[in-house]
């Protein structure tokens, strides 16, 4: 298979295999799905012949994205995605608990939708300085 990119898209796509690899090993330990890591290696490894080599490194023998790569602002992209994920599905589980909806889902979401904006819009206030836990 042959795929014609641009440079810029071709830039794009390495952002794209690295954020998924991300998402799917980085929580994994030593139980990595090494056929992601192999393709991530696979096209990082061509980024020197498409003029950036700064965004590929070397280290025994395997081709892994850069320091510079790393750094130039993909893990801020990263930490934006999940600290959305982190807000939407706290704001979901505290509706549905306030709701005594924790095993199942109601036959109108209404309620539920609204519960939840209630607190995405205290969170997009006051991020998480106003939760209170009781033990």
Partial sequence: MNIELTDKEFRR?????Y?????????????????Y????????????GRGMPTLAQRWHGHVFPSR?????????????????VFFDILAEELARRDL???????E????????????LTEFDKNGLNTI???I
Wanted: glycine content about 6%; proline content about 3%.
């Fill in 68 to 84: 510079a790569f790393e750094e130039g602002g993909i893990h801020e992209a990263i930490a934006d995605y999940e600290d959305a």
């Fill in 19 to 35: 954020i998924g690899n991300w998402i799917l090993n980085s929580t994994r330990g030593d139980d990595r799905f090494e056929d």
């Fill in 132 to 134: 209170q836990i009781d």
């Fill in 108 to 119: 109108d979401f209404t309620q539920l939708n609204d519960r939840i904006e209630e607190y």
């Fill in 13 to 17: 796509l390495l952002d794209l295999v």
């Fill in 100 to 106: 005594d909806l924790v095993d199942s889902d109601p």
């Fill in 37 to 48: 890591d192999l393709l991530q290696e696979k096209l990082f490894a061509l980024a020197p």
